[in-house]
């Protein structure tokens, strides 16, 4: 896909797509809880879609009783693997948990630890440490668990949500550098506004066996999604973009790129349920970022950095080798193709990107990796160079399934 921008001017108003990490646990928790309630807004993206139809495909079979093994791909969403066999722990049957072959590289033995600790029978079908997954569902009891929190939020997810249906409930010790931190807090916000007490003290987090309780919700916009608008705005002259179903007060640790931009020249006015962006003249001319509690807007930052040619260096750039592809060395193959070089300090995580070389690069063609945000953060790209290519860019359902839609709304052209 050819996309095409003859001018830099940025006008118009986007509907965003509905928070993914909000959606997802919303469904585990209407799971888990046994009980019925309205999720108004909910994201309608490939992986939000992928776990709704597992849930209603694992009712099905436990309603049913079968002594069949019930096989669920979970494709190449991370939050469906690893939030479905903390739940299918807890759920008798057999169940085999298998996914994309990236999915399979992807790492899962500490959550695995920690549901055997438990008293979860969970058997690896290839290698160690990896799906797929063979696992015997049932009662699992309560305890106190430690746990590495310095490789996925996601597994410390997927235990908070069972925790309140454990036989005794749980105790989690969290150890380590805590990577994706405001993900475990929007997990704990909705916990708590489903009725869960937690007692929080420093990093042991403590909830006891109880129920859940109903009420119904409103999923609010991504903040993910608005972080490639914001990019967009950086690389436009002329800026003044109404962002709707933002909240001022998010619960989505990702709603920090409003003030990330700002660094960047993006001014943001909080408006009721929405946010308009618009451009100021002045820009940092070099900047460090620690993405440890980001991870999924790093891709946009450091492309935004390559495309106006300022110096950064970034950090807590870990968990990225473990994504939908390894991000890292997917940026460094990609941004070389504009002339962007990294450099990679010693004995750390931190990168250095170089000042803009050679911009009268034509016909540059991105490939994806099967990433939507790789997709999504070289896209406004485009704005640069007057047109970028985009290989596989139907991977964006995964997150944002209308992205090309709403950038040709305010101008972009897209040739297929």
């Known amino acids: 896909m050819i996309i095409k921008k003859e001018d830099k001017k940025l006008y118009g108003s986007i509907c965003l797509p509905a928070s993914k990490s909000i959606s997802n646990r919303l469904l585990m928790i209407k799971a888990l809880s046994g009980k019925n309630f309205n999720i108004f807004n909910l994201s309608d993206a490939d992986d939000s879609r992928l776990l709704s139809e597992h849930l209603t495909e694992i009712e099905a079979h436990s309603k049913n009783q079968s002594e069949e093994i019930c096989e669920l ?5 991370g939050t469906v693997m690893r939030f479905l066999t903390a739940y299918l722990s807890t759920i008798n049957g057999k169940w085999i948990l298998s996914g994309s072959e990236q999915m399979k590289k992807r790492p899962i033995a500490i959550l695995v630890n920690a549901l055997q600790y438990l008293g979860a029978s969970i058997d690896y079908l290839n290698e160690n440490g990896f799906p797929p997954l063979l696992i015997n569902g049932g009662q699992l009891h309560g305890g106190c668990i430690e746990m590495d929190a310095g490789i996925s939020s996601q597994f410390i ?4 949500m069972v925790a309140p249906v454990l036989s005794g409930g749980l105790t989690i010790k969290l150890s380590g550098n805590i990577i994706s931190k405001p993900y475990i807090d929007l997990t704990i916000s909705l916990l708590k506004y489903f009725g869960i007490q937690i007692k929080i003290q420093n990093n042991v987090i403590s909830i006891k066996e109880q129920d859940y309780n109903t009420n119904d919700f409103t999923v609010e916009s991504d903040w993910s999604a608005a972080s490639y608008w914001y990019q967009m705005a950086v690389l436009a002259d002329d800026v003044d973009l109404t962002l709707i179903g933002l909240m001022e007060n998010s619960l989505q640790g990702d709603a920090i790129v409003s003030e990330m931009f700002e660094k960047f020249g993006i001014k943001t006015e909080f408006l009721s349920g929405s946010v308009r962006i ?3 003249r002045k820009v940092t001319r070099r900047i460090s970022l620690d993405f440890s509690d980001f991870p999924d807007i790093a891709p946009t930052l450091i492309v935004t950095c390559a495309g106006i040619g300022i110096d950064g260096n970034f950090s807590g750039l870990q968990s990225l080798r473990i994504k939908e592809t390894d991000r890292l060395e997917a940026l460094k193959t990609e941004l070389a193709k504009i002339g962007i ?3 990679k300090y010693p004995d750390s995580e931190i990168w ?5 070389q050679n911009w009268k690069i034509r016909k540059i063609s991105i490939n994806t990796y099967n990433d939507h945000r790789m997709a999504m953060a070289f896209a406004p790209l485009a704005l640069k160079f007057g047109q970028i290519s985009i290989e596989n860019p139907a991977v964006v359902s995964k997150s944002y399934p209308q992205f090309w839609d ?10 297929k």
């Open 73 to 77: 791909n979970c494709d190449n969403a």
């Open 157 to 160: 997810s997927a235990l908070l």
């Open 278 to 280: 618009t451009k100021k």
């Open 341 to 343: 070089q990294f450099g």
């Open 352 to 356: 250095h990107i170089a000042k803009e």
């Open 406 to 415: 709403d950038i040709q709304s305010v101008g972009f052209q897209i040739i």
